[in-house]
């Protein structure tokens, strides 16, 4: 059995020296949107909860990990089925929400950890089942966190990753736009980006699902700490998207309100056995 640790740097964990700069990006965006992001439609959709629940097929024996659980509704929701759910994230501001939702829903078997999801302190195949819920968008190299989810997998137990996947000819476009509303937002993969990577990691092709999370454009913008000038540039995208959806968020207007909704993929894998 190997066990990882992560290398903490003046209180910041992160994998390298090379990658501090976008791990404090991380932190300091999600400290400030903490509370924000805890109480957003992204957060807390029931219907892509249900989905992936639905996939992991948690049962009353398994053990459960959330890979950069953020305010830990997935943690919560997991723990009501499993013997036993953990979340671990960079951010202890998102730890602190976390904690506070585990103690509105009362809950007993669950346990949080700080810490470098590119290398994490848990023994090879310590878990059932292994999450990862609009994260991989924020990771530089999102190949090397799913090889660590992976590590972390018990042979024959599942990974679901859920995350937004523009289609492949406006992911240039989307991911633009979001780069410019969260300076720590790195790359969504399209859906065949995301399932191939499945298999650079050594996993069986996903089972996919997509759908659709609807949001306003104020409420998104306002959970948000753009650089200055850049929120009015995304409204101007918004604006443009109205007439040719360039980032393949449907945008709609309603009156003084702009609605859109973001493409969500939800994939499945077992980790193979005797590998």
């Keep these: 059995m190997r066990q990882r640790s992560a290398i903490c740097n ?3 964990c992160a994998a390298s020296n090379e990658d501090m700069g976008h791990s404090e990006q991380i932190v300091d965006q999600f400290t400030r949107q903490a509370a924000q992001f805890a109480a957003s439609p992204t957060a807390r959709s029931e219907d892509i909860l249900e989905r992936i629940l639905r996939m992991a097929q948690p049962d009353a024996s398994d053990t459960a990990l959330d890979v950069a659980c953020g ?3 997935l943690v919560c929701a997991l723990a009501k089925s499993v013997r036993h759910a953990t979340g671990i994230d960079l951010t202890p501001a998102m730890l602190e929400q976390a904690q506070t939702a585990q103690q509105t829903a009362r809950l007993t078997n669950v346990s949080w950890d700080r810490g470098d999801v590119t290398a994490m302190p848990y023994e ?3 878990f059932d089942i292994v999450t990862c819920r609009f994260a991989f ?3 530089p190299e999102p190949l090397r966190v799913l090889r660590e989810m992976r590590r972390v997998c018990r042979a024959g137990g599942r990974i679901v990753v859920a995350d937004s996947a523009p289609a492949a000819a406006k ?3 989307f991911n633009a736009m979001e780069k410019m509303r969260d300076p720590s937002h ?3 993969l399209p859906v065949e980006e995301l399932g191939a990577l499945f298999v650079a990691a050594g996993l069986p092709a996903p089972q996919v699902e997509r759908t659709r999370l609807a949001l306003d454009l104020d409420e998104f913008l306002s959970r948000s700490y753009p650089r200055e000038g850049d ?3 995304i409204r101007a995208l918004f604006e443009r998207a109205l007439s040719d959806d360039a980032m393949d968020v449907e945008p709609r207007r309603d ?3 702009t609605w859109f909704s973001v493409p969500v993929a939800i994939v499945c894998t077992r980790v193979p056995r005797g590998v």
Excluded: I, S, V, Y
């Design 137 to 139: 968008h924020h990771f």
């Design 71 to 73: 305010p830990g509704l």
């Design 255 to 257: 009156g003084a309100k």
């Design 186 to 188: 790195t790359r969504a």
């Design 10 to 12: 003046g209180g910041l």
């Design 231 to 233: 929120e009015a540039r």
């Design 124 to 126: 090879d195949g310590r």
């Design 171 to 173: 992911a240039d476009a």
